[in-house]
């Protein structure tokens, strides 16, 4: 995970994907497809902390280089803590739109004195004998995302991410653009004006830009990796599923 951050840093592209479904075989069958990074989704899924527990499991068994992250559904210390303790990679953090927001994502992840994260048998330190390594490793080695999807965050990027601590930020297209009045108008030009400003902050701040690909095409992420963007998330378990199941129907059945 060393290696994940601080390439991160030295603006190498990572491809990673999201798991919406709960299934630990989809994110082992995604962890060996060759992703760098693998996002559990507990914001918008039914997957609960025992369900992220076996799907970190299964990511490392897939690939025990595909750094295993949580898109959280919040900046709260109480269940950040135990998505860290179960061996979190990674913390994206959504709607941050502020300063305070940020300052209280790092505050939380971060063990002291740089933090307040607490100490404890977990996952993450082998269930207590790496305890003292883990420890001493763990602030330089995970990856802190602020996600950046309402305008308000937008109008906040440079504050933002001025914070120590904040690895990237990740575009949020579908809620960044709902926060505009022209959800899912990815050709407006004032969603692509917001983009812009975030990927201009993040390379003025030298912070890495993240951006969701949502539809399953590759030519998008080579786009986005030309333009600038480091932390890139190829589409999500359920979207791959839907797409290429009904394109297989369609052309098997020769249906428009």
Request: charged share 25%; proline share 5%.
């Amino acid at each position: 995970m060393m290696n994940f951050r601080k390439s991160l840093q030295d603006g190498q592209a990572k491809l990673g994907t999201w798991i919406n479904s709960g299934s630990p075989i989809n994110a082992e069958i995604a962890a060996q497809a060759g992703f760098d990074f693998v996002v559990v989704d507990v914001e918008h899924s039914p997957v609960d902390l025992e369900r992220t527990h076996s799907l970190f499991q299964a990511i490392r068994s897939g690939n025990p280089d595909s750094v295993p992250m949580v898109r959280a559904h919040g900046v709260d210390y109480a269940h950040l803590k135990r998505y860290l303790d179960l061996g979190a990679g990674g913390i994206i953090a959504p709607f941050v739109n502020s300063v305070e927001d940020a300052k209280r994502l790092v505050r939380t992840c971060k063990y002291p004195p740089l933090g307040d994260r607490g100490v404890g048998f977990c996952r993450a330190n082998d269930y207590g004998p790496n305890l003292p390594d883990y420890v001493g490793s763990a602030n330089d080695e995970i990856v802190l995302t602020v996600q950046i999807e309402h305008i308000k965050g937008v109008e906040a990027i440079d504050e933002i991410l001025a914070v120590d601590g904040i690895d990237a930020a990740f575009i949020g297209p579908y809620d960044l653009s709902a926060s505009m009045g022209i959800t899912a108008q990815f050709e407006h030009p004032d969603y692509r004006a917001a983009k812009d400003r975030v990927l201009e902050a993040c390379k003025k701040h030298d912070v890495a830009c993240g951006l969701h690909v949502v539809d399953p095409d590759p030519g998008q992420v080579r786009t986005a990796i030309e333009e600038g963007y480091v932390l890139i998330a190829y589409s999500l378990d359920i979207t791959i599923l839907t797409h290429f199941y009904r394109e297989g129907v369609r052309e098997s059945l020769g249906s428009d």
